[in-house]
């Protein structure tokens, strides 16, 4: 259980979040998401940072209302960025991350820091994304000007995409049947193993890999502690 590869069961605290909080001092944070034991927010941020790992279909925004009193914000990852940010009003269309105020939360998208420092040094032109939830927000907010191309599970079937691709679905995902990325230049923002089951994939379909996961989780965590350190 000490290993980041261990799957608690839902809503069970990982006996590692439980050790570093032991360590730490100040303000709990969390993580919410579904399958986010490999998450490595806990060890970017300072503790106590837990994890809170719940199913695709859980009331998301109504758990976080109930642990307010014990958590100065949340970082939100897959698939809940989209559910927050309509369940809590925001005018975000995806939200990544809670802070806690006086009279309830503030929402934020820090994401977009994350698909900034992604984008950095592309060059000019159309870019095709392979999803469309919160990721691609991110990437839409960070270049608004430049032409995208977004394909979902459906639309993607059966498609032979090329040049530029950011692939955006979850490790966890099956992959459109007949995809193929002969040619592609994939930009893959995952980290950790869910980036490297991307990567087989996209190589399986002709890719070529271009990890840019760490650039992004240190961006927008980096603009995530400055947002926590608001909190009320």
């Not at 941020?45 to 914000?73: K, T, Y």
């Not at 989780?217 to 909190?231: D, F, H, I, K």
């Given at each position: 259980?000490?290993d980041d590869t261990f799957h608690a069961a839902v809503g069970q605290r990982l006996l590692l979040d439980a050790v570093r909080a032991r360590r730490g001092a100040g ?10 034991a490999h998450s490595r927010s806990p060890r970017l941020h300072s503790q106590p940072f837990d994890r809170w790992d719940l199913p695709p279909d859980a009331p998301v ?172």
């Amino acid at each position: 259980a000490m290993d980041d590869t261990f799957h608690a069961a839902v809503g069970q605290r990982l006996l590692l979040d439980a050790v570093r909080a032991r360590r730490g001092a100040g303000l709990s944070k969390a993580i919410v998401g579904h399958n986010i034991a490999h998450s490595r927010s806990p060890r970017l941020h300072s503790q106590p940072f837990d994890r809170w790992d719940l199913p695709p279909d859980a009331p998301v925004v109504a758990i976080m209302d109930a642990l307010r009193e014990h958590h100065a914000g949340f970082a939100v990852t897959s698939p809940f960025k989209k559910t927050v940010a309509v369940g809590m009003g925001s005018a975000l269309d995806a939200v990544n991350t809670v802070v806690r105020t006086r009279n309830g939360w503030s929402t934020h998208n820090t994401d977009v820091d994350g698909a900034r420092a992604v984008l950095e040094g592309e060059t000019p032109g159309p870019i095709t994304v392979l999803g469309d939830g919160g990721v691609t927000a991110a990437l839409r907010l960070a270049q608004p000007d430049r032409d995208w191309c977004v394909l979902t599970r459906e639309t993607a079937a059966g498609a032979s995409v090329t040049g530029t691709v950011v692939w955006t679905w979850p490790a966890s995902v099956e992959v459109p049947p007949g995809l193929d990325l002969s040619g592609a230049r994939v930009l893959v923002v995952a980290y950790g193993p869910p980036a490297w089951r991307i990567a087989r994939a996209v190589r399986e379909r002709g890719g070529e890999v271009v990890s840019r996961g760490p650039r992004w989780l240190v961006a927008q965590a980096r603009a995530q502690r400055r947002l926590w350190e608001s909190a009320a």
